[in-house]
């Protein structure tokens, strides 16, 4: 729980300072990543303004041009460096903690000074280790940790809406 209020400070204090927060992830966490942005921008709990969540994982030109012209491993990275500020959170969600092209946008995205906090499965994996704020799941059985993964972001945003509204 200690990790989950970590990263729920992280959150607040990007987006009081007019910060956004960036996801990024494959598959199941691509879907995880559209979900919290949906819940963010749109309704989580409250009626309120719209929260700078931005799901990195929609476009699907953006990630066909840049998978063909680079490839599927700058899928994020890309985005990171045209879109991330210093000030900003990129929220990685990796369930191995190994995909390639969520491990280089926390590369580029600590270059820039952007927080990175990770959702990954058993810890330590080379996303954990790059990650300033590591929230692990102990299992490595991909559907568990989706599960705890989905409840994970639901505590997030309801600590988020708590404290700016």
Known sequence: ???IL???????ETLKNGGKVLLCGNGGSAADCQHWAAEMTGRFLKERK???????????????????DYSFDKVFSRQVEGLGEKGDVLVCISTSGMSKNVIAA???????????????????????????????????QTPRIQEAHSLIIHILCHLVEESLF
């Open 1 to 3: 729980m200690d990790k």
């Open 6 to 12: 970590m990263a729920s400070g992280a959150l607040i």
């Open 50 to 68: 719209a929260l700078g969540f931005i799901a990195l994982t929609t476009n699907t030109s953006e990630l066909t041009s840049i998978g063909n």
């Open 106 to 140: 926390a590369m580029v995205a600590k270059r820039k000074g952007i927080k990175v906090i990770c959702l990954t499965g058993k810890a330590p994996s080379p996303l954990s280790k790059i990650s300033d704020i590591t929230i692990s799941v102990p299992s490595v």
